[in-house]
């Protein structure tokens, strides 16, 4: 470059001397100009080098990271593709398993309605006495016998004829399956008096006493002891006010309830 600058400087010099006489003071100008030019130009060149190699560095470094950052992502999207995958497969089995949950519990629902249609059948002349009130709502059918047909007044054990009406129910229940038949036994609120209440305090032991003398039967008779329970509530789930005897004549019952095994 150095050579570039003299032969520049000469040419200059060429030029000047045939235009007439040149001063040594404007060469020197001249000489120092060219010069300030030959480093600026130096130092510009450089500074490109300079910036060219670090584009170059930033270049490669890019290169690197795309690479990088390629891998990763299809790495990731992989990933997300077998979690996808997964989740479809679990959705599709949860799927099927609800249907078969509610395939199987609308069959419950029809077995518990088809035992409500065989007992009104059978039960037909105690409903029409207002003896038997059955009821059926959302799978869960509840046979409701009040106490005068079962029980004498302040006992446990059934009487005859209190037998003759379980002997209908038997024939329904029998054969049924899958399901909890439990037996409940509620009371009025008239408290227990007299030499009563050494067998029984509260109408909490007669209720109980009398639920499971029936559970007890319904065993006995063949009525699968896996599927029964029973239940004393005594006089605190009233259907009817205490206040009047017609309303005390409805509380004192015997409610048998089927629901769909959970």
Not at 13 to 21: H, K
Not at 122 to 147: A, C, F, H, R, W
Not at 212 to 229: C, E, F, H, M, T
Request: glycine fraction near 8%.
């Amino acid at each position: 470059m150095r050579k570039t600058v003299v032969a520049i400087t000469a040419f200059a010099l060429v030029a000047l001397g045939a235009a007439g006489c040149v001063s040594k003071s404007e060469y020197t100008k001249t000489v120092q100009a060219a010069q300030t030019r030959y480093d600026a130009l130096d130092a510009d060149n450089a500074r490109l080098k300079r910036e060219l190699a670090e584009a170059g560095k930033r270049n490669e470094q890019l290169k690197g990271d795309l690479t990088l950052k390629s891998g990763e992502l299809g790495k990731t999207i992989a990933e997300l593709r077998q979690r996808v995958g997964a989740l479809e497969s679990d959705n599709t089995r949860l799927t099927q398993e609800l249907a078969d949950s509610q395939k199987a519990r609308e069959e419950k629902v029809r077995e518990v309605s088809s035992t409500y249609e065989q007992l009104m059948a059978k039960m037909k002349g105690e409903i029409d006495k207002g003896q038997v009130t059955i009821s059926e709502l959302k799978g869960k059918l509840t046979l409701n016998m009040v106490e005068a047909i079962l029980f004498d007044s302040g006992k446990a054990e059934v009487k005859p004829d209190g037998l003759v009406v379980l002997g209908k129910v038997i024939e329904v229940l029998k054969p049924v399956t899958g399901k909890s038949i439990r037996i409940e036994g509620h009371s009025d609120d008239q408290p227990i008096v007299g030499a009563l209440t050494q067998r029984y305090p509260t109408n909490w032991e007669l209720s109980a006493a009398r639920a499971i003398n029936i559970a007890r039967y319904l065993q006995k008779q063949g009525v699968d002891p896996a599927n029964l329970s029973s239940a004393a509530f005594g006089e605190f789930k009233p259907v009817a006010d205490n206040a009047t005897p017609e309303g005390r004549a409805k509380n004192r019952r015997i409610e048998i309830v089927l629901v769909p095994k959970e």
